[in-house]
């Protein structure tokens, strides 16, 4: 079965750190997204894709990037890790089609100390 | 400013009854809206959809209205069960002006009581 899938599901790191999460989707998928889930802010999104080697800023990019190499991957890298950046993300992938609707990883918690 | 709004960041509905979730926006260019469903410790999960087409959609004990004018979608569970206690969030595309983003609301935390 086609899925999506996010690691590490849980993450600590240190202010100043560099962090990379991984997205990974089976759908064969051209969009793809990531969003940041705060309380009181509901899904926010950070970057998104529409191809290979596309990729766009979302309304919270500031201190994240993405990259595009193949379709099936958006890894998401907090460049320094700042304790503002303690979320839970979430990574979802669509096929631009009809409603188009998303489909999301299980997420991966981040803390920065 | 928010795009998407649920004003309502939780509810409570005896097991049975009626849940009406409800979602206001404020771009008059959104075309598609969506709904899901989201447990603790897991991703959303899409729920319903409904384009700016139709006023309606149904799918089994979902419900989803959409009030163009008062720019406003809400959904409907009937009867509501235990197993739908979770946040719901509503979403918002403008699909014809050639993007796929969704917008999200804040989400409303539903609970259920038996």
């Known amino acids: 079965d086609a899925e999506i899938t996010q690691s590490p599901r849980h993450k600590i790191t240190e202010t100043g750190r560099q962090v990379t999460l991984a997205c990974h989707q089976t759908w064969n998928h051209n969009n793809m997204f990531w969003y940041r889930q705060d309380l009181g802010h509901g899904l926010r999104l950070i970057h998104y894709s529409y191809g290979v080697h596309d990729t766009n800023k979302g309304e919270v990019s500031d201190g994240y990037s993405v990259s595009r190499s193949n379709t099936e991957d958006l890894p998401l890298t907090l460049e320094s890790a700042a304790s503002s950046q303690t979320s839970v993300y979430f990574c979802?992938?669509?096929?631009?089609?009809?409603?188009?609707?998303?489909?999301f990883g299980p997420g991966t918690r981040l803390t920065v100390l | 400013d928010q795009q998407v709004k649920q004003n309502s960041p939780s509810l409570s509905v005896q097991e049975g009854r009626i849940s009406i979730l409800n979602c206001d926006y404020t771009n008059s260019m959104f075309d598609y809206f969506l709904w899901y469903k989201k447990y603790p410790a897991e991703g959303p999960t899409f729920l319903i959809s409904i384009s700016s087409i139709k006023d309606k959609n149904e799918d089994g004990r979902f419900t989803v209205f959409l009030n163009k004018s008062a720019k406003h979608l809400s959904l409907h569970i009937v009867p509501s069960q235990p197993g739908d206690s979770a946040v719901y969030f509503c979403?918002?595309?403008?699909?014809?002006?050639?993007?796929?983003?969704?917008?999200f609301g804040t989400g409303t935390r539903l609970k259920v009581l038996a």
């Open positions: 979403a918002a595309s403008a699909q014809t002006s050639g993007t796929y983003k969704y917008i």
């Open positions: 979802a992938s669509s096929d631009g089609t009809g409603v188009d609707e998303q489909f």
